[in-house]
């Protein structure tokens, strides 16, 4: 199923190998002011810098687009769009073919499509993928702007280090323009010295990322089964290798008391708010106007040059496995932008759903 | 949005005050052998117990079958089952009707359905309604008894209080019997005593749950967006309280190294398996064979007896308010049913889009 | 699958003769001034009259509301609702079950359910589930009611009889009171002295029922796979016994030429208006302003106390069958209110994907 | 809503004059063998003839493949296909644009997207964004021929010229053969006659196509709201023109008793079998195991050259237009492969519910 949302529909093509990455974005009004050069742009963000995380894949990425825009608006119909795949090496890959690579979706693809699937260069499961996801993106973010909605995510932990806590300003503004997408300076210096010495070792580094949406009006959600926490998990959890999602307090609300949990309500200008927000804008799977505030842990990555147990499945037999290729020591932050991407579709979505968008954008 | 699920589809309906709690179950085959009396086994397991957690409000539950099964069979027809309430008192309730209560749903409801919710005693918010997800649940684990699939979840922590890791056997047996669903005897009398410690000062407490699903064949799964991860923490989220769900080391593996988290393949009898399961038995949003292992963060409960700053929306003006009525002082042992009822719906789901379950069962 | 619509989602349940016949209506926004007993005339509508085409089943049909109402409004959560089955006699169907009845999905179930479908009465292909959509209907024409859209429908033709065009008025005031849905006096005497003549020869009659909806806004429909007018006919389809539908002229346009098939535009007070409405007030899927026109051909019943050529599948040779049991010898009027309860729910359905209705009513 | 299909899902993308037409699939097991040239010649089938009824529009289509095959399989990601725009014109279109054409979308999208649609050529209510369909079709009728279901449809009505009964062996070999796709030469020759005369006098025909689908397994449909009746009329009425859909005798059924319209089950070989197909192959949503006959009226083009009375939007007043441009004076022949792949994309999607094609082709 490469198909998400309900009235914001995005679905998803492409493999990492293949001659591109998609996606048409299904259900988007029309009348929004959009030009090829905004997708361009958050695109280009998801981009592999030029610090000790990056893999040495270099694509051009530029944004075609195939239908949906004219004359710099969205026309009501789906807009595809794609980016070609240009780097491609294919010979680390075909190597070890047979062997599957532990941490990776070799194992399950095989069952799943028997062999058949594109496997090169992780194929659907590639990190590529999620070029797709940022274009789409775009799109709802350009939507979302409409109402006065702004999402940005930062690294708030990579190999155990910790960030700082950081204002919303500073997520936009120091996070955005750190090669680890994190705000705290300090921090992403030890990060990025950690994840130089572990790369040197031929390992890799996860991390957490933290998702704001700001101006996020009271109202949306679907409960029981639609609610927007929900939604967002399942949104989160089709980027490769996120393996938990928590709003805002998490894991951390089960240790605490209802006392300390509880957002106590007041009023602020005659709006009102919570004091708070352990409950990261989300009460009953309905946004309460506060920020929605979302955690997802991001493992290693699973491409390793150290050796490792596997199995030969040629052979059907035990064997080990040095996984060679241009991997990311640590993909957590190109993960930011996409963390931001699906935040912004599910989110997008859900205010199409509560019909606060207005069939025409004008 | 009151249905979940893309095959084995579940529809809620009912609010905690109102007539019933019940649940549609469709697209379930025919032909699976079920008796009123299982469903209703599974329903008791959520009663409230008598320990120091548990609610004062009692209800039978005794489960009506509307229509579905016949002669102890499903027939393949829609299956609507439901609870009658009986022990409602509506007291506390309606003189708090316009103080928002802290960590519920009130605000947020009100935002959304403008005042014409049927607020008392949380409405479609309460925990209540979870009777229907275990019903529905109970057809779930009885199809999926059919392709060996066991589901068990257990109390992993409360208040901070940590249990042993357990075996699948022993979350079956001793958790099963365990009052607070531990299966680690000496941390739940510690958690026992600080439910009720805690409880007496009028406070909650929240803790983890972790659920195990085991026999699940491997290739279940539709990656990039229904990946069995993002669903099944769809479905998690859906029930009240939750606030995060993580898979396998989740969130802890965000600290590994990519060489401590990639789980190695190996042959067990001809058949690979992994040796290790920090993916919590998913790669790539596919089952691989291993157990499913799931966490959830349940937040402490809301309803608590200590004074808290909140808002009088009637009068527009701050107050403060103590909730009364009768509440679990830590909902997490009665959710560990529910958390075991919606993952069965979840995988059940999966299990019918893979095509491994028979159009009749015989 | 039983449920339909996107928005406005209605589930399905309950068989001919299990305990009841119900559905779940999702979606509704809150604050809609309804109640039971305007649920409960639109059932009363759908009862057998008095006349020839009338089955001798009789049954009360009090509707019981489970969930969604309180206080003479919708409160945004399910409405769940149902009717009994009471008069219930089986004695019939028992003696013909394994002898597949011709025109009924004997067969069909059988292949998909494997025998366990509960057969008596047709089970779930009786036309007495249309109870369930007919409750549904009574929902989604109240919630219309506030956009000023209402429905209509009535009997065009029975056994080849024809019926004189009618007006909207007189559709709702001299169809509504005929025994037979039918505008023309003239053509349902007709139309009865046929099904009485027909019916003593224990054979049945089939027929054309029409529906419109006036006050349909412009603009409802998602093309191109979601036309109001695909959704509508599969919305339709769903009533038993139906096995065509067209808009406007339909059939009839595909022997005309475009010069008199096209609807010319016109302004009639300041509004764009066509001048025909061969296009039964669809153009590429979406509602022109005009009334939307749908026609539906229903089958005869396949009930007939004739002797019909059949296999018997328990001894698996060919047999013969009459099939007796109380069967309405012509069900086209009783579709009629079942016509109307489709069209609302599927016309419904778009106002919310247009976000032409608030979010609460008020 | 540009997506149909619940597990074989088709997203159509594109627009009549923009950069191309394109449509992705998913959902299509992986080990299907299908190559390009296999999609390229269905949809050279859907190309314009030379005959009377054809456009001076001439597209290469040439597909192209964006991504889900390799090496002559599926690989069971998303199929991303496409065919790029090249001989287009815009000269006539704008010329009209204030202009409302009768019979077509101009207004109702003007409605929807607020001038913002790209209505060169009709845009996305152009017949050319079948393009999509058929290549659409073209995989979901290799993915049926491993189950030994054959599609093929043919015209049996244009301008009120009926064909003569074909079987379903003439309408493979001799519609397919010929230029209006109908299989009663004569007929044909007299259809083509009264197209050319229409024509010149710058009008247009309709007709009424029909489309068979032979060795379709009995079980198929999933009731109440998704038999395959009512989900084969939403996707053939995507079809651009077309107004109506019935099945088997469908209206004609209206007109029988019951004892005329009943198809008697006999024994044949062994298996259940009808000896008439009045059902047209559909009792009660589900398949019978006899061809799935469909019908589906096509209005005659609404592009044509005679003066028609409309409105000026710009100016808002009454006005007179002709439609000049390149069109089909009648559009059925070329419409007879859509039927084909919206047929096939649909009982493709069945198969895959009813769990009969395995997860991995072989």
Redesign the interface.
């Known amino acids: 199923?490469?198909?998400?949302g309900?009235?914001f529909?995005?679905?998803?093509?492409?493999?990492s190998h293949?001659?591109?990455v998609?996606v048409?974005v299904?259900?988007c009004p029309?009348?929004l002011p959009l030009t090829r050069a905004e997708i361009q742009r958050e695109v280009d963000r998801r981009k592999p810098g030029e610090g000790a995380a990056a893999t040495a894949r270099r694509e051009k990425d530029e944004v075609e687009?195939?239908?949906?825009l004219?004359d710099g608006?969205?026309?009501?119909?789906?807009?595809?769009l794609?980016v070609r795949n240009e780097d491609v090496d294919d010979r680390d890959y075909d190597r070890i073919r047979s062997l599957?690579r532990?941490?990776?979706?070799d194992?399950?693809?095989l069952?799943?499509?028997?062999g058949?699937?594109?496997g090169r260069g992780g194929?659907?499961?590639s990190g590529r993928?999620t070029a797709g996801f940022v274009m789409a993106g775009a799109v709802a973010r350009k939507l979302l702007a409409t109402l006065g909605v702004e999402i940005a995510a930062h690294t708030v932990?990579i190999?155990?280090i910790e960030a700082k806590a950081a204002s919303f300003e500073d997520i936009k503004t120091r996070a955005a323009q750190d090669p680890l997408r994190c705000a705290d300076a300090a921090a992403s210096k030890k990060m990025s010295d950690l994840i130089a010495k572990?790369k040197a070792e031929g390992?890799?580094?996860?991390?957490?990322i933290e998702g704001v949406a700001a101006g996020v009006p009271?109202?949306l959600?679907?409960?029981?089964?639609?609610?927007l926490?929900?939604?967002l998990?399942?949104?989160?959890?089709?980027i490769?290798a996120v393996?938990?999602?928590?709003?805002?307090?998490?894991?951390a609300?089960?240790?605490?008391?209802?006392?300390?949990?509880?957002?106590?309500?007041?009023?602020k200008n005659?709006k009102?708010i919570?004091?708070g927000n352990?409950?990261?804008g989300?009460?009953?799977?309905?946004?309460?106007?506060m920020p929605v505030v979302v955690r997802v842990?991001?493992?290693?990555?699973?491409?390793?040059a150290?050796e490792?147990?596997?199995?030969d499945?040629a052979k059907?037999?035990?064997a080990t496995i040095k996984v060679g290729g241009r991997h990311d020591a640590c993909i957590v932050p190109r993960a930011v932008p996409v963390v931001e991407a699906m935040m912004a579709v599910t989110i997008g979505d859900f205010a199409?759903?509560?019909?606060?968008?207005?069939?025409?954008i004008?």
Do not use: W
């Not at 687009?65 to 949906?68: H, I, Q, R, T, Y």
């Not at 609300?253 to 009023?267: I, Q, T, V």
């Open positions: 199923m490469n198909s998400i309900k009235l529909i995005v679905t998803s093509f492409g493999e293949g001659p591109c998609g048409v299904d259900g029309a009348g687009v195939l239908s949906g004219r608006h969205t026309t009501g119909a789906p807009i595809a794609l599957l532990p941490g990776h979706a194992y399950t693809a069952v799943k499509y028997g058949f699937a594109d194929g659907r499961f993928i932990e190999g155990g572990v390992d890799s580094l996860g991390g957490v009271a109202g959600g679907e409960p029981v089964f639609a609610g926490d929900g939604e998990a399942r949104a989160l959890l089709a490769p393996k938990g999602v928590a709003f805002g307090a998490g894991f609300a089960a240790r605490m008391k209802g006392s300390e949990n509880n957002d106590p309500f007041a009023l005659g009102i919570t004091t352990n409950a990261g989300i009460l009953g799977g309905i946004t309460d106007g842990a991001v493992k290693p990555t699973a491409s390793i150290i490792q147990a596997t199995v499945v059907m037999t035990e199409l759903r509560a019909g606060i968008v207005p069939r025409v004008k």
